[in-house]
């Protein structure tokens, strides 16, 4: 970690190619005020790399917006190896299965809300926002679940709570006060967010990590914070103080709540008044029933099912008024929009997925408050509108291949960045027909042969001949498919074949995601096949071979745009190659062809005058999981390593030294350098045993 707050950019390679004209245009329109920048670079180009350097460059908090979560995990574990020292933190929607409620009247359906919540996100999502409201050195890389309402920053901040050896206290008090922080009583395991009592111990799991801490309230006051690995419950080693933030982002005072529960039991009277008078005792009985049970349930417990609903009343905002959201917590940060950077990614597809967001969510809560399901303030849980979002952020870069209408209208002219640094070209096209049977002419412009043989066998006999040969010399293929059930389907059909094949499309969990991807560059298998998802910003060098099924069948998923991305794919690899399997090319093949070729030829024109002889990309496998330990402990290791070879007196003196620095960072709420220190102090102590 930088105790100094500065972004450090740590990298082997320099900018080339375009990527210094890149990085220096988008820095000079950073510093003339610029609001909106567009940077035009192509897969392979070292986009993430450029904007590294702009962020190192202008030393502005930053959040990267992608528009999946397999996306910013790959994004997550590229900026966190450029900046190993600083907090760089993954926050996406924890839910890996999430069925909305709704009322459909035509058929007089309601659907209740359904939700599987990913407990390592969802203490992923506290890390951001913890590392938020203690440093200034952050990067937060995005799905477009940061528009949609979180707790309160000031709340969250607000009630943490400290806890220090030596200081008066009893079991049963620390447990009042980590219920009234969420935290929830077990007797079993824990997991984050919970806790349990052991004799004289109270152990606690943060929201925020897997690594418990044990309190030990002996003699009516903290004898004794230990830290235990929740595995292999080895002890961690000890402290003289910790702090602890709420299990959970949304929190309440007492007053507030009994506040805010005079003001539903207000809007309650309100809306059964309207629902009278209009006739609608059906829904007046039915809003009547559900929110005076919610009301108890909240006096009694705390919380509800759909609490959430009722946010309006807690956060005090008025009606119509936005809620928080991640935003809101960058904003405490630097204290105003306009000092944090905002990277759009892909933002061809980003951007009207933000501004898609607000009209759906909407509709769905109309329906359910006309039908007194909800109360009208369950309007006011929601995402924000665009013009809220752009409200809310400042100086933004969008980066896509493929800028949309959106990004060129505000920006203007884009900073384009199509010269490889690694030589890499574009890949070959080849056509072929989508059905076996007598030969055809392929498309004009495509490289390959110029007709297919009289025993064409069809694009799927013929994609598997040739991944087989892709695999023959180790390297990687991957498919795209118009469906789910046909990426399903190719996929059962391959494994007949022998042919070692996962799919993987939306329904599939997204750490299960990020694992396949990660398995596939591994080697554990060797043709992946998918629908949309594979089309932006997956770094898989390995691939040589990408075939594109019905290629033909003009539409989203094969207009220019997205043919262009899915071409992309194989141009991280020298030996990359694209097959459109099409009957009846189209007007999008045709332009995704001409634009390709004439990038083709710009870089291999760049090549010869520079003596560039073009490599495959070797990166790193990165599993973001596994980096969010082992990037702190290697630091950490390092850390202590530096210092012990600078420091001139004792070890146990520098010891003492740096437990008096982490009690300084403790007390100005530094909790991030706290916590660095403190493992710091474990690790030159490891060092002094073993002497």
């Known amino acids: 970690m930088s105790k100094s707050g500065v972004f450090k950019l740590r990298s082997d390679y320099r900018p080339a190619g375009d990527q210094p004209t890149a990085i220096k245009s988008l820095v000079d329109g950073l510093k003339e005020g610029k609001r909106h920048q567009t940077l035009l670079g192509v897969t392979g180009s070292g986009k993430t790399f450029t904007m590294a350097n702009v962020i190192e460059k202008t030393q502005k908090p930053t959040l990267v917006i992608a528009h999946n979560k397999t996306l910013a995990a790959q994004l997550t574990a590229e900026y966190r190896e450029f900046f190993p020292e600083n907090a760089v933190h993954y926050f996406v929607s924890y839910y890996d299965y999430y069925q909305p409620e709704a009322y459909m009247p035509i058929s007089d359906t309601y659907i209740e809300k359904e939700s599987q919540v990913n407990e390592d996100i969802e203490r992923l999502r506290h890390a951001a926002t913890q590392a938020l409201l203690t440093r200034k050195d952050v990067i937060v890389v995005a799905s477009v679940s940061c528009i949609y309402g979180l707790g309160s920053p000031f709340e969250y901040e607000k009630v943490n709570m400290k806890l220090t050896k030596g200081e008066p206290l009893t079991r049963a008090a620390l447990m009042r006060r980590l219920i009234g922080m969420y935290f929830e ?13 052991l004799g004289s111990y109270v152990e606690i799991m943060p929201a925020n990590e897997r690594i418990i801490k044990r309190i030990d309230l002996s003699q009516g006051k903290v004898s004794k914070i230990e830290e235990i690995d929740a595995t292999t419950r080895e002890s ?138 909800r109360l009208p303030s369950a309007i006011d849980n929601r995402p924000l509108n665009f013009d809220e979002f752009q409200e809310r952020v400042g100086q933004t870069i969008y980066t896509s291949a ?38 055809r002419t392929v498309l004009k412009g495509a490289r390959g042969p110029s007709s297919v043989p009289e025993k064409y066998p069809g694009q799927v006999k013929d994609f598997i001949a040739e991944a087989e040969i892709v695999t023959k010399r180790g390297g990687r293929s ?58 932006e910003g997956l770094d898989l060098p390995e691939v040589e071979l990408v075939g594109i099924m019905d290629a033909d069948k003009e539409g989203f998923l094969r207009s220019e745009t997205s043919l262009i991305q899915t071409i992309g794919r194989a141009a991280r690899n020298v030996l990359g190659r694209v097959i459109l399997y099409a009957d009846s090319p189209t007007g999008s093949m045709e332009r995704a062809i001409r634009v390709t070729n004439e990038r083709r030829a710009r ?71 706290a916590a660095l220190l403190r493992d710091e102090i474990q690790e030159l102590e490891k060092g002094k045993r073993k002497r």
């Open 478 to 535: 991957m498919v795209t498919v118009l469906t789910k059930k046909m990426a399903e389907d190719l996929t059962t059909f391959l494994l007949e074949k022998k042919i070692r094949a996962q799919y993987v499309h939306s329904d599939v969990k997204t750490i299960e995601r990020i694992e396949i991807l990660t398995n596939f560059r591994k080697g554990t298998f060797d043709v992946l096949v998918g629908v949309n998802l594979l089309r």
């Open 185 to 197: 009583r077990v007797a079993g395991d824990l997991s984050p967010g919970t806790f349990r009592a």
């Open 402 to 439: 493929t800028p949309g209408t959106y990004e060129l209208e505000h920006s203007g002219k884009p900073i384009e960045q199509v010269i490889r640094p690694t030589g890499l070209v574009d890949p070959e096209i080849i056509v072929k027909p989508i059905v076996g049977g007598g030969p």
């Open 236 to 373: 961690l080693g000890t402290h003289d103080a910790i702090f602890v933030f709420p299990a959970k982002h949304y929190v309440t005072p007492k007053d507030v709540q009994e506040l805010a529960l005079t003001d539903i039991e207000l809007e309650l009277k309100e809306q059964l008044k309207k629902f009278d008078a209009a006739g609608k005792i059906l829904e007046a009985e039915r809003l009547k029933r559900r929110t005076r049970q919610d009301i108890s349930m909240i006096r009694e417990f705390g919380f509800c099912n759909g609490i959430e609903n009722y946010s309006r009343h807690f956060d005090r905002r008025q009606a119509g008024e936005p809620p928080h959201t991640l935003l809101s917590y960058f904003t405490k940060n630097v204290g105003s929009s306009t000092d944090f950077l905002t990277i759009i990614d892909e933002s061809h597809v980003t951007v009207p997925q933000i501004g898609g967001m607000y009209a759906g969510d909407r509709a769905r809560k109309d329906m359910l408050v006309q039908h007194g399901f």
């Open 603 to 673: 870089q291999i024109e760049y090549n010869k005058k520079h003596g560039i002889t073009p490599k495959t990309i070797k990166t790193r496998i990165k599993d973001i999981v596994g980096d969010i330990v082992s990037a702190r402990r290697r630091a950490v290791f390092d850390l202590a390593k530096l210092d012990s070879a600078a420091y001139a007196g004792s070890k146990a003196s520098l010891i003492t030294a740096k437990r008096r620095e982490m009690r300084e960072a403790a007390s100005i709420l530094d909790f991030e350098t």
